[in-house]
């Protein structure tokens, strides 16, 4: 039954919260394995859908919960060793937010009925602001304020538009049963002028959690004051998830007739998160919030690419699974400079190479990875966005595009060199353990493995997502 | 019954406008509780909702429980621990926010109104609701300081939301598992809000949001 596959960390989550908190680790590392599992087991088709009604499997869903999965499962390696180490009180709060926060997040990935989508989405806010305020800090209770407050109400707003989705259906008297893989067939007789004001509301409600700007505000905030593993999960799965339910409603947009008018949103948005991402980025004092801009920054990309369409949009969804690989490894690698250095202030670093040369090479090349350099997948990705926007006559944005992309490479490299070179600052606490060096290098080999040789299967699943919303690869 | 729907529709705006001048927030959560009993016996009343069965009932009674009981008692619970009882120089002043909230009802007529929106007939007055308490709910976040009213002005939003929701759209939609799931977000979000507050008030000794500004570029 398919809905094992967020059932499972959901009651596994809710049992950890309660037993001592070295069970929870290892409860924690054996969801994850098993939830691996069950991924590949739904992705080579042996979990039947069990309640048709509000879930199924769709090729973008898979897509994104195989992610998120494989994601989970390197930063639980990771979070073992690094929940050891740090000081938390509730110790056991955080395993069990962790698997809550996978089950919430498969349950997004699988959702087939708008709102059953929004509750999920909605529940991800709850299961991960215990996350964010583990270090109990002034600025975490800050940041987890901002947090569920700013996302609670620009969920809402995803809310009102499904439910004007749904009104365009009743405008249109066409009798269906809500849910995508229904609305999809009958796009064409919806209402189009409710559809057009659902689909603004999603934008701005899923766009909100996804981290478009100008709704941003909570993103840098929140990721900077999670514990790092945290914060790897934040920005490489659950910003894939809200996108997740955008894309969605595009598609049912595209499809009737309305892939234009949707598109052009998502551009404007795009190009406004990656330049935002671009200023604040320069001279940013905080190396995590410099990874939380990268993420929004990452986030416009995906939208850009998708807005524009075509040949663009495989290049959106490949750059959706490479940034997740990379910007989870970043994160994890930020981890553990956090904890050798005990500051997040780039001036209080220096001398990664020398002090902790392992983490150094994970920070760098994800550094290059995230900068859109080969042999990391970011690259072609890019590259894919950028031929789609010419191709489509898009010159403006495309080389606001490039300009935006630029400013984030300035600003990240100043910080990344200043942090790996400079010779000042010693580092406080000086092992490095191979619980938490290793999952970061997993993370980015996937990437480099993606780039050069994708699985098949894999493959095929890409061009069914995008074949529906006119994507095309041959370019 | 016409008359009826009416009347909870006049009562909910009445509750929308008090609660924009209310300076105590006691009073602030007890017509919480009223409008979450209106907004949920509304549906009830609804003509295309006559022919409900045992699960409907069941539900709604669920519903007025969580939103006239359950919420205002959590709300409650978090004023008694924290030991302001007053809205002390909120941004935009009682009078200014009443006079606002005139404002948005009548703003609300004239979208209704002079958009000719292609809606179902008869529901003028609750699409006007419904829109009050929307823009009205975001006014209070906007306009006061603590933080505990920024929760009630959520809550005022998410009942206008839930106005459209179930009066506009057909009752073939309603799927009560799928509705009970909003609830219980709902219902859990503002006990994840209650207990940061609780924390809030524990680090600064106040719930002013102006206390929380540690985090800026």
Request: hydrophobic fraction near 55%; charge should be neutral; aromatic fraction near 10%.
């Amino acid at each position: 039954m398919l809905e094992l596959i967020f059932l499972l960390p959901m009651l596994t989550g809710l049992v950890t919260l309660v037993i001592p908190a070295y069970l929870g680790r290892g409860v924690l590392i054996v969801a994850a394995i098993l939830h691996l599992q069950l991924t590949v087991m739904a992705w080579l088709g042996k979990l039947p859908v069990y309640a048709e009604r509000f879930f199924a499997q769709t090729p973008e869903g898979m897509l994104v919960l195989l992610v998120t999965s494989f994601i989970f499962f390197c930063i639980s390696i990771y979070a073992i060793s690094y929940m050891q180490e740090t000081e938390v009180s509730n110790e056991q709060v955080f395993p069990g937010c962790m698997l809550l926060f996978l089950g919430t997040m498969s349950m997004v990935t699988l959702a087939d009925h708008p709102i059953v989508l929004w509750i999920a989405i909605e529940a991800t806010t709850l299961v991960s602001a215990p996350l964010i305020f583990m270090h109990r800090s002034k600025e975490a209770l800050e940041a987890t304020w901002k947090y569920v407050l700013v996302c609670s109400v620009g969920i809402a707003l995803a809310l009102l538009g499904c439910f004007f989705i749904t009104l365009s259906i009743d405008i249109a008297e066409v009798d269906i049963s809500l849910s995508f893989t229904s609305l999809n067939q009958v796009a064409m007789q919806l209402d189009p002028m409710w559809l057009k004001v659902g689909f603004i509301f999603v934008v701005i409600g899923f766009g909100t959690k996804m981290g478009l700007a100008p709704m941003h505000t909570w993103l840098p905030d929140a990721h900077s004051q999670a514990p790092s593993p945290a914060s790897a999960l934040l920005s490489g799965a659950l910003l894939n998830c809200a996108f997740l339910g955008v894309y969605k409603v595009h598609t049912l947009m595209y499809l009737a007739g309305l892939g234009e008018f949707s598109g052009n949103i998502l551009i404007g948005f795009g190009l406004l998160s990656m330049f935002v991402a671009g200023i604040f980025i320069l001279k940013q004092p905080d190396y995590k919030r410099m990874l939380a801009y990268s993420s929004i920054e990452n986030m416009g990309v995906i939208a850009f690419g998708v807005g524009i369409g075509g040949f663009a949009l495989y290049g959106a969804i490949l750059h959706m699974i490479h940034h997740s690989l990379i910007k989870s490894s970043l994160f994890l690698s930020a981890g553990n400079i956090l904890l050798g250095f005990n500051t997040k202030l780039v001036d209080r670093i220096g001398g990664l190479i020398k002090y902790f040369p392992k983490t150094f090479l994970s920070f760098f090349a994800g550094f290059v990875g995230i900068s859109g350099l080969p042999p990391f997948g970011i690259f072609l990705s890019e590259l894919f966005i950028l031929i789609g926007a010419f191709q489509t006559g898009h010159w403006f944005g495309a080389v606001l595009f490039m300009f935006s992309l630029l400013l984030v490479l300035a600003g990240a490299a100043q910080i990344v060199t200043d942090m790996s070179f400079s010779t000042e600052e010693q580092p406080t606490f000086g092992r490095e353990k191979l619980l938490r060096v290793v999952p970061p290098y997993i993370l980015l080999s996937a990437s480099v493995v993606l780039c050069v040789w994708m699985p098949g299967a894999m493959f095929n699943t890409i061009i069914n997502t995008i074949k529906i919303v006119g994507g095309v690869i041959h370019g | 019954m016409k008359n009826m729907n009416d009347i909870l529709l006049v009562v909910i705006l009445l509750s929308v406008l008090l609660s924009l001048a209310s300076n105590s927030l006691g009073t602030l959560v007890k017509i919480m509780a009223v409008q979450g009993v209106m907004v949920s016996l509304l549906p009830l009343l609804l003509e295309h909702h006559s022919s409900m069965g045992s699960g409907g009932l069941i539900f709604f009674q669920v519903m007025i429980l969580i939103k006239g009981v359950l919420i205002p008692g959590l709300l409650y619970i978090a004023l008694k621990r924290i030991s302001i009882r007053r809205e002390i120089e909120p941004i935009v002043g009682y009078h200014a926010s009443l006079f606002a909230g005139l404002i948005i009802i009548l703003l609300s007529v004239f979208i209704t109104d002079k958009l000719h929106l292609s809606m179902p007939s008869g529901h003028e007055l609750l699409l006007m609701t419904a829109i009050t308490t929307i823009s009205a709910g975001f006014f209070l976040m906007m306009s006061r300081r603590k933080a505990i009213t920024q929760v009630i002005g959520y809550l005022m939003l998410e009942n206008g939301i839930y106005l459209i929701g179930t009066a506009l759209t057909k009752h073939s939609h309603t799927v009560y598992v799928v509705e009970f799931g909003v609830l219980l977000d709902l219902l859990v979000g503002v006990m994840v809000m209650g207990i940061i507050l609780h924390n809030i008030n524990h680090a600064f000794d106040d719930i002013d949001t102006d206390l929380l500004n540690r985090l800026k570029d």
